[in-house]
């Protein structure tokens, strides 16, 4: 399959080392930008800018998989993580990265929101 460049959305497969999920209704945010720029205005009104280092990431909000156990999954140290949009013919590939955050499930929706991948390389792959 070929990539859609103006497509978006579809089913989305969600590997992070071993921990392979198949999430429904997935909400991921990329940031892949390694810097930050800050607009800011000196003393005469004249326009400075403040870059900042950032980490890349990958915002994550998905229904709630069966069998994870976040304790440990919160705790490796380093895992590789496959983004795959199998619709649109891109992968995202986040090496040497880490999960963070503060998973949270709400019981209502069984929506489990709170999950980053920082930190890492980041790169994508077109079909």
């Known amino acids: 399959m070929g990539v859609c460049d103006s497509q978006f959305g579809g089913r989305?497969?969600?590997?992070?080392?071993a921990l392979r999920v198949r999430?429904?209704?997935?909400d991921i945010k990329l940031?892949?930008?390694?810097?930050?720029?800050?607009?800011?205005?000196?003393?005469?009104?004249?326009a400075c800018y403040m870059v900042k280092p950032m980490?890349?990431?990958a915002e994550i909000t998905f229904r709630r998989p069966?069998?994870?156990?976040w304790t440990p999954t919160m705790l490796l140290c380093a895992v590789?993580?496959?983004?795959?949009?199998?619709?649109?013919g891109r992968t995202h590939l986040f090496t040497n990265t880490r999960m963070t955050g503060d998973p949270e499930e709400n019981l209502s929706n069984g929506e489990i929101t709170g999950l980053k991948l920082e930190g890492g390389?980041?790169?994508?792959?077109?079909?």
């Open 12 to 17: 989305i497969t969600l590997q992070i080392g």
């Open 23 to 26: 999430p429904t209704e997935a």
């Open 31 to 46: 940031k892949t930008s390694q810097v930050s720029v800050e607009a800011k205005a000196n003393q005469d009104g004249s």
């Open 55 to 57: 980490l890349v990431s």
């Open 66 to 69: 069966a069998g994870i156990n």
């Open 80 to 88: 590789n993580a496959t983004i795959v949009e199998e619709d649109n």
């Open 121 to 127: 390389r980041y790169s994508s792959l077109s079909a």
